[in-house]
């Protein structure tokens, strides 16, 4: 059993390496941490993209595209998937991130509601072509980060 005195020590060193930090030299973010991080990182996307705060999405698009860039860098190849991940990720991934930046820059609240519509289809066809059907992402409903406000500074 872990004492909270050593579970707050342990966990700062966990999150710093599994955020790519090289806490512990030779560490490997597993799959499922990564993409857990991606998981709130697209539903941040969603909530600053509906809030219009297009800085905070563009910046949680790069936290995305960061993230399966660690998938590739970790995870190049996953048992379950028929194809490298190196090549899936990429041929799935980079059209809708690509067409929500684009409504991002164009601070379009209709473009991306559509691209983010993509973004979330391509999730879904990713973990069904790599075994993991049994995931599946949807648009979030709630703001689950209650201590963070989405909304654009000062108004």
């Known amino acids: 059993m872990i004492s909270l ?8 060193v966990a999150l710093l390496a599994s955020c790519g930090g090289g806490a512990q030299p030779g ?4 799959l ?3 993409m ?10 969603w909530l600053a993209g509906k809030a219009a705060n297009w800085e905070l999405a563009a ?10 860039a660690d998938v590739m860098r970790f995870h190049p190849i996953h048992k379950s998937s028929p194809a490298p991940l190196t090549s899936m990720i990429p041929a799935l991934m ?24 993509e ?3 391509q999730c879904n066809d990713c973990h069904q072509a790599t075994g993991f059907g049994f995931n599946v992402v949807v648009e ?4 689950l980060f209650a201590n963070q406000d989405f909304r654009v500074r000062g108004e």
């Open 32 to 34: 499922g941490e990564i």
């Open 119 to 121: 973004l979330t289809s």
């Open 5 to 12: 005195k050593n579970a707050a020590r342990i966990l700062p």
């Open 36 to 45: 857990s991080l991606q998981q709130m990182r697209h539903s941040k996307l």
């Open 94 to 117: 980079d059209p809708p991130i690509q067409a929500v930046r684009s409504a991002i820059e164009s601070k379009d609240a209709v473009q991306f509601g559509v691209a983010f519509q």
């Open 27 to 30: 560490y490997v973010p597993g």
């Open 140 to 143: 979030p409903t709630t703001n």
């Open 59 to 68: 910046y949680e698009t790069d936290e995305l595209e960061e993230g399966f």
